[in-house]
């Protein structure tokens, strides 16, 4: 029996998506749900071992989480205002960077074949090793970060710390600006293949120089490329975990504190998932908040333009 | 008809959730099986230089052991990053090992999940009884008047080391035996770029073994009589006060020290550039760097006065690993026979000669490689003048919050801020009530 | 190709030609990224040729003594190679997995309306945003509970972690397929359709080839995410399936970190990375739509 042409073209799109909706179901979806669930929960150590006696809390943890006045809840808050102010200067920088040398990397000369691997090698190295090594470089009296600007530059009076204290916000900046920088370049340089040469040669025809070119031709054509980079960047560097745990272990300091070592302290360490998961619910209904209103923003910007 | 749609999309993804979570997983309420006599699965810890040397050493006395009883022993050593995620994860869905190692400091923290078998009298006999076994390690095994969740297996001790050759040059003829002396040596050392001490500052469990032995001196306990933290007593915050004052005040830790957390406190003592160094067993660790056994030398912790015992006299925390069953074993019987053979005389000597550490059992403590300059003092310490750290469920965010607090002195230390009663005070206080959760 | 070389070699430039100030900013800013890009890995290499009390120690731009010993003792501490060819097969059949479903999934959303387009784009971008560290126990949960059930060993297995990064870089790929997708005209789509291709005929003939450069891009993000994830192939790995990220933290133990070793091995391991990114930059500029049209 044939599939009438019509029905199968009405079903094809469900069944390309098919295989994508199973296993985002099996591995994202349900375990999602499940941990959605588990923030309603007393869910300890007294529990861990058979999640369904663990006691109904009803709304008992996120109580605790926005608690402000309480030490749990200042320090959370305190974490994420400085996650906020992390994740917007990396997300600007690694943009920034990613899309200059994305540009710059446009016109062929010699070696820029070498240039463009080299610069995904940060992307290719272990986070571990890469990190350490970081970690190795901003150390305060064997350092080579301290060595240059103290024992060569002399650009600092002491030795500053870079693991402690108020500067560790640029060392962990400066570590996931490295680590993630070449992801932007990489998606912004295949993103740029596919704007017509055309275009360029007639702008140029006109009179328009360089940054004009990527002022009115460049730009426009990555926007909706760059819509969902920097949605991604974002979301990602709000969630990042290995980087500041490998640089500062189980405790970071203050001003480099990441709401995602607090929800690992509070899930893995103390073994009390029920609040850890109460945090993260909070993340995400508050990621939802901040991506509808890019959406909304940026897709209106877009109809602006098209106009 | 969205709303519709969203409905069904969430009623079909949680059913599978609840499908998926409710099924089995999870500890069963009864006390084990022996449902498959003939194999046991066992997670050793990462004792050795690294898990292939482990495997080499393990190796060979399980075959003794499968030669013995014609149990077959699955090995795996779980290197420690991955251990007590694994341990979470085995306890959460029922799929573990049969036998495994554990710390020492989790033993309380672990029994509260009703994970593990306890050692009862019975339990204990089929191993040869609780006499055979050092009285203070039984007490790092679980909460005090439970029965033990694990059984100690490899035991050690903090000792003081110090550079021989530094002390002669500061014309200093015998290590410190109290704090005062080691304050006063220290001073007469710390000059030209040498310092007196080194201190892993950013090494949460290092900072909390040394506050919690200087507390018990101060005569505070850091948790009262009911499990309650208790970081803010009078003997807490001056135990806390006296450890940051070595690098705040006496200035005998060198401020760089405060973001040690890859034992970097002991390359300084390898290189010569601290005199003394408060650790477990770094023998292998010196030589690896460089540093000869006839260039260092060991002596008990410092005590504030007299000689180590036991009370305020404690001079070390009673580190080491337990040997524990998981309950829903399916080979109750072969576990215990493996526990009995992983801690008889034999054994206990062997591995822990090739460990380097300290047999829990009294009787394989009489043995020459227990006898030498190092491990002599840790065996003493550990008869004679060492506790368990205090055995209540929540030991880990002890560690993580007393220790970060400890962290946070030492950086305000090295930054120079004033360290003062009011301002440790003030960080014990904020730990304490991070505790709460 | 003209070289960069006969263009200022003072003839006559053609218009597109990029200016003198350009050619100076594109030098210096690339000199300095390439600086900050290698300064660590520079760092890595030297520590990795010193013996390990040197390692931490004073900071010197050219080491003391140089030894190659590190490079002979890692695949000893640690079955290095294993950890390797096991990195290998799970990265590997992530990436064609990921890459296979995200291209059928991205190209439904970007051609095609149909009901649940707007939800099912919005749930997957909602995992994004949940911590990943905390899918773990759920996940590990369900694993469990299909061994149990059918017998099918998802934890312990590269299989099971095969499935759970594939699924991972999925969301990330499916969004950044549908945009380059989209930037594909239609038209060609319409001129396959016209030469007598089903659907399915155009995507592979046409939609493929000219979105190639995103492709490469998300088969490089799939892989990296598989090779690089370290939760949960520690737990859903047991010593035979162990992958390389866990593998290299056996370089550390109770007391030593073999530093040295760890910077070799890290090395070692990144070297085939780096030179299939060599290998693949240039199909990240291949193929382009212009001219398949007229």
Same mark, same amino acid.
């Given at each position: 029996m044939r599939i009438p042409a019509g029905l199968r073209r009405a079903g094809l799109p469900y069944l390309l998506l098919l295989p994508a909706l199973a296993l985002e179901l099996l591995v994202h979806l349900v375990p999602m =749900?499940?941990?959605? !669930?588990?923030?309603?929960? $007393?869910?300890?150590?007294?529990?861990?071992? $058979?999640w369904g006696t663990a006691p109904w809390e009803g709304l008992g943890n996120y109580r605790v989480t926005v608690d402000f006045d309480a030490p749990v809840g200042a320090t959370l808050l305190h974490s994420f205002l400085v996650t906020c102010a992390f994740s917007v200067l990396s997300v600007g920088l690694c943009w920034l960077l990613g899309t200059a040398a994305a540009l710059f990397l446009q016109e062929d000369f010699r070696g820029r074949g070498l240039l463009r691997a080299v610069f995904l090698t940060p992307y290719a190295l272990p986070v571990y090793a890469a990190v350490i090594t970081w970690a190795f470089m901003f150390q305060r009296d064997n350092g080579l970060v301290n060595h240059v600007l103290h024992d060569q530059l002399h650009l600092t009076d002491g030795r500053p710390f870079w693991l402690l204290g108020d500067h560790s916000f640029a060392a962990l900046l400066v570590v996931c600006v490295w680590k993630t920088w070449p992801f932007a370049f990489l998606v912004v340089m295949a993103g740029l293949q596919s704007i017509p040469k055309e275009l360029y040669e007639a702008a140029a025809l006109d009179g328009a120089g360089m940054l004009r070119q990527i002022r009115r031709i460049t730009l426009p054509s990555l926007r909706p490329l760059?819509? =969902?980079? =920097?949605? !991604?960047?974002?979301?990602?560097?709000?969630n990042e975990f290995n980087t500041p745990y490998v640089l500062f272990g189980k405790a970071a300091p203050e001003a480099a504190d990441l709401l995602s070592i607090h929800i690992y302290q509070s899930s893995f360490v103390t073994w009390n998932f029920g609040t850890g998961s109460a945090m993260s619910v909070l993340l995400l209904l508050f990621l939802l908040v901040v991506t509808a209103g890019y959406l909304l923003a940026t897709s209106r910007g877009r109809k602006h333009a098209d106009d | 008809m969205r709303i519709l749609r969203a409905a069904t999309i969430t009623a079909t993804v949680t059913a599978l959730a609840a499908v998926a979570s409710g099924c089995g997983g999870g500890t069963s309420p009864g006390g084990g099986s022996d449902d498959a006599p003939g194999t046991l699965t066992y997670w050793a810890s990462n004792q050795g230089p690294n898990v292939e040397a482990d495997k080499k050493i393990l190796g060979p006395e399980l075959k003794k052991f499968e030669r013995r009883t014609g149990i077959k022993v699955r090995l795996e050593v779980v290197p420690w990053p991955e251990l007590l995620n694994r341990i979470l994860t085995a306890t959460t869905s029922g799929q573990g090992p049969d036998v495994l190692n554990i710390g020492n400091t989790w033993s309380a923290s672990l029994q509260a999940t009703g994970a593990l078998l306890p050692w009862d009298k019975k339990n204990f006999d089929a191993i040869g009884g609780r006499g055979r076994f050092l009285a203070p390690a039984l007490d790092a095994t679980g909460a005090a008047g439970k029965d033990p969740a694990a059984v100690p297996l490899y035991s050690l001790a903090y000792a003081l080391y110090y550079n021989k050759q530094m002390f002669k040059d500061a014309g200093i003829s015998e290590p410190p035996a109290t704090w005062d002396e080691l304050v006063a040596d220290g001073k007469r050392i710390a000059k030209g770029g040498k310092w007196g001490l080194g201190a892993e500052g950013g090494q949460l469990t290092n900072n909390i073994h040394q506050a919690f032995v200087l507390g018990k001196q101060h005569g505070a306990d850091f948790f009262d009589g009911s499990g309650k933290p208790a970081f803010t007593s009078d003997g807490a915050v001056a135990a806390v006060k006296q450890y940051i004052d070595f690098m705040a005040k006496d200035k005998i830790i060198a401020p760089g020290n405060a973001e040690y957390g890859q034992n970097q406190s002991l390359r300084d003592f390898a290189t010569g550039r601290t005199a003394m160094v408060l650790w477990q067993a770094a023998a292998t660790t010196f030589a690896a760097d460089g540093m000869k056994p006839d260039e260092w030398g060991v002596a008990p912790v410092p005590v504030p006065s007299g000689t180590p015992g036991t009370g305020r006299q404690t001079n070390s925390m009673l580190a080491g690993i337990n040997i524990a069953v998981f309950k829903n074993t399916h080979n109750l019987h072969g576990a215990r026979e493996f526990v009995k053979f992983m801690t008889s005389d034999a054994e206990q000597r062997l591995l822990n000669k090739t460990y380097g550490s300290i047999p829990p059992v009294t009787a394989a403590q009489r043995d020459p490689a227990f006898d030498r300059q190092d491990t002599r003092v840790l065996r003493d310490t550990l008869t004679r003048s060492a506790t368990p750290l205090p055995q209540v469920a929540e030991e880990s965010q002890f560690e993580t919050s007393v220790g970060t607090a400890i962290k946070d002195l030492f950086a305000d230390a090295a930054a120079g801020h004033p360290v003062t009663t009011a301002s440790v005070t003030a960080r014990l206080a904020k730990a304490e009530q991070q505790m709460a959760q | 190709m003209t070289s960069a070389t006969a263009r200022t070699a003072g003839r006559r430039r053609s218009p597109t030609a990029p200016p003198r100030s350009f050619r100076w900013a594109r030098r210096i800013f690339l000199t300095?990224?390439?600086?900050?890009? %290698? %300064? /660590?890995?520079?760092?890595? %290499?030297?520590? #990795?040729?010193? /013996? %390990?009390?040197?390692v931490s120690g004073s900071f010197h731009w050219l080491p003391g003594t140089l030894t190659i010993r590190p490079y002979l003792d890692i695949w000893h501490t640690v079955p290095l190679a294993r950890y390797f060819g096991n990195s290998l097969i799970v990265a590997g059949s992530a990436t064609v997995c990921s890459v296979v479903i995200a291209v059928f999934a991205a190209y439904a959303v970007s051609r095609y309306r149909f009901r649940g387009k707007r939800v099912f784009t919005v749930t997957v971008l909602s995992t994004q945003m949940f911590p990943g560290i905390l899918f773990l126990l759920p996940l590990f949960l369900i694993y469990v509970n299909i061994g149990n059930s059918t017998g099918v060993a998802l934890y312990g297995s590269r299989g099971g972690l095969v499935l759970t990064y594939l699924t991972f870089s999925l969301p990330f790929s499916i969004w950044m397929l549908t945009g380059y997708f989209a930037s594909v005209p239609r038209e060609l789509d319409e001129a396959a359709y016209v030469d007598g291709c089903g659907a399915l005929g155009a995507l592979l003939r046409v939609v493929v080839p000219a979105a190639l450069p995103g492709i490469v891009a998300v088969a490089v993000y799939a892989f990296m995410t598989a090779w690089g994830e370290v939760l949960f192939a520690s737990v859903m790995?047991?010593?035979?399936t162990r992958t390389l990220s866990v593998g290299l933290q056996g370089y550390a133990t109770q007391n030593d &970190?073999?530093?040295?070793? &760890?910077?070799?091995? #890290?090395?070692?391991?990144? &070297? /085939?990375?780096v030179a299939g990114f060599l290998l693949l930059q240039r199909y990240l500029v291949a193929g382009l739509t212009t001219g398949a049209v007229k």
């Amino acid at each position: 029996m044939r599939i009438p042409a019509g029905l199968r073209r009405a079903g094809l799109p469900y069944l390309l998506l098919l295989p994508a909706l199973a296993l985002e179901l099996l591995v994202h979806l349900v375990p999602m =749900v499940i941990g959605i !669930v588990m923030s309603f929960k $007393d869910l300890t150590r007294l529990h861990i071992g $058979d999640w369904g006696t663990a006691p109904w809390e009803g709304l008992g943890n996120y109580r605790v989480t926005v608690d402000f006045d309480a030490p749990v809840g200042a320090t959370l808050l305190h974490s994420f205002l400085v996650t906020c102010a992390f994740s917007v200067l990396s997300v600007g920088l690694c943009w920034l960077l990613g899309t200059a040398a994305a540009l710059f990397l446009q016109e062929d000369f010699r070696g820029r074949g070498l240039l463009r691997a080299v610069f995904l090698t940060p992307y290719a190295l272990p986070v571990y090793a890469a990190v350490i090594t970081w970690a190795f470089m901003f150390q305060r009296d064997n350092g080579l970060v301290n060595h240059v600007l103290h024992d060569q530059l002399h650009l600092t009076d002491g030795r500053p710390f870079w693991l402690l204290g108020d500067h560790s916000f640029a060392a962990l900046l400066v570590v996931c600006v490295w680590k993630t920088w070449p992801f932007a370049f990489l998606v912004v340089m295949a993103g740029l293949q596919s704007i017509p040469k055309e275009l360029y040669e007639a702008a140029a025809l006109d009179g328009a120089g360089m940054l004009r070119q990527i002022r009115r031709i460049t730009l426009p054509s990555l926007r909706p490329l760059n819509q =969902v980079l =920097v949605l !991604v960047l974002f979301l990602w560097s709000f969630n990042e975990f290995n980087t500041p745990y490998v640089l500062f272990g189980k405790a970071a300091p203050e001003a480099a504190d990441l709401l995602s070592i607090h929800i690992y302290q509070s899930s893995f360490v103390t073994w009390n998932f029920g609040t850890g998961s109460a945090m993260s619910v909070l993340l995400l209904l508050f990621l939802l908040v901040v991506t509808a209103g890019y959406l909304l923003a940026t897709s209106r910007g877009r109809k602006h333009a098209d106009d | 008809m969205r709303i519709l749609r969203a409905a069904t999309i969430t009623a079909t993804v949680t059913a599978l959730a609840a499908v998926a979570s409710g099924c089995g997983g999870g500890t069963s309420p009864g006390g084990g099986s022996d449902d498959a006599p003939g194999t046991l699965t066992y997670w050793a810890s990462n004792q050795g230089p690294n898990v292939e040397a482990d495997k080499k050493i393990l190796g060979p006395e399980l075959k003794k052991f499968e030669r013995r009883t014609g149990i077959k022993v699955r090995l795996e050593v779980v290197p420690w990053p991955e251990l007590l995620n694994r341990i979470l994860t085995a306890t959460t869905s029922g799929q573990g090992p049969d036998v495994l190692n554990i710390g020492n400091t989790w033993s309380a923290s672990l029994q509260a999940t009703g994970a593990l078998l306890p050692w009862d009298k019975k339990n204990f006999d089929a191993i040869g009884g609780r006499g055979r076994f050092l009285a203070p390690a039984l007490d790092a095994t679980g909460a005090a008047g439970k029965d033990p969740a694990a059984v100690p297996l490899y035991s050690l001790a903090y000792a003081l080391y110090y550079n021989k050759q530094m002390f002669k040059d500061a014309g200093i003829s015998e290590p410190p035996a109290t704090w005062d002396e080691l304050v006063a040596d220290g001073k007469r050392i710390a000059k030209g770029g040498k310092w007196g001490l080194g201190a892993e500052g950013g090494q949460l469990t290092n900072n909390i073994h040394q506050a919690f032995v200087l507390g018990k001196q101060h005569g505070a306990d850091f948790f009262d009589g009911s499990g309650k933290p208790a970081f803010t007593s009078d003997g807490a915050v001056a135990a806390v006060k006296q450890y940051i004052d070595f690098m705040a005040k006496d200035k005998i830790i060198a401020p760089g020290n405060a973001e040690y957390g890859q034992n970097q406190s002991l390359r300084d003592f390898a290189t010569g550039r601290t005199a003394m160094v408060l650790w477990q067993a770094a023998a292998t660790t010196f030589a690896a760097d460089g540093m000869k056994p006839d260039e260092w030398g060991v002596a008990p912790v410092p005590v504030p006065s007299g000689t180590p015992g036991t009370g305020r006299q404690t001079n070390s925390m009673l580190a080491g690993i337990n040997i524990a069953v998981f309950k829903n074993t399916h080979n109750l019987h072969g576990a215990r026979e493996f526990v009995k053979f992983m801690t008889s005389d034999a054994e206990q000597r062997l591995l822990n000669k090739t460990y380097g550490s300290i047999p829990p059992v009294t009787a394989a403590q009489r043995d020459p490689a227990f006898d030498r300059q190092d491990t002599r003092v840790l065996r003493d310490t550990l008869t004679r003048s060492a506790t368990p750290l205090p055995q209540v469920a929540e030991e880990s965010q002890f560690e993580t919050s007393v220790g970060t607090a400890i962290k946070d002195l030492f950086a305000d230390a090295a930054a120079g801020h004033p360290v003062t009663t009011a301002s440790v005070t003030a960080r014990l206080a904020k730990a304490e009530q991070q505790m709460a959760q | 190709m003209t070289s960069a070389t006969a263009r200022t070699a003072g003839r006559r430039r053609s218009p597109t030609a990029p200016p003198r100030s350009f050619r100076w900013a594109r030098r210096i800013f690339l000199t300095a990224l390439t600086g900050f890009v %290698l %300064l /660590p890995v520079y760092v890595m %290499l030297s520590s #990795s040729l010193k /013996p %390990l009390e040197d390692v931490s120690g004073s900071f010197h731009w050219l080491p003391g003594t140089l030894t190659i010993r590190p490079y002979l003792d890692i695949w000893h501490t640690v079955p290095l190679a294993r950890y390797f060819g096991n990195s290998l097969i799970v990265a590997g059949s992530a990436t064609v997995c990921s890459v296979v479903i995200a291209v059928f999934a991205a190209y439904a959303v970007s051609r095609y309306r149909f009901r649940g387009k707007r939800v099912f784009t919005v749930t997957v971008l909602s995992t994004q945003m949940f911590p990943g560290i905390l899918f773990l126990l759920p996940l590990f949960l369900i694993y469990v509970n299909i061994g149990n059930s059918t017998g099918v060993a998802l934890y312990g297995s590269r299989g099971g972690l095969v499935l759970t990064y594939l699924t991972f870089s999925l969301p990330f790929s499916i969004w950044m397929l549908t945009g380059y997708f989209a930037s594909v005209p239609r038209e060609l789509d319409e001129a396959a359709y016209v030469d007598g291709c089903g659907a399915l005929g155009a995507l592979l003939r046409v939609v493929v080839p000219a979105a190639l450069p995103g492709i490469v891009a998300v088969a490089v993000y799939a892989f990296m995410t598989a090779w690089g994830e370290v939760l949960f192939a520690s737990v859903m790995t047991n010593d035979t399936t162990r992958t390389l990220s866990v593998g290299l933290q056996g370089y550390a133990t109770q007391n030593d &970190v073999y530093w040295n070793q &760890v910077m070799a091995a #890290s090395l070692v391991v990144s &070297v /085939p990375v780096v030179a299939g990114f060599l290998l693949l930059q240039r199909y990240l500029v291949a193929g382009l739509t212009t001219g398949a049209v007229k």
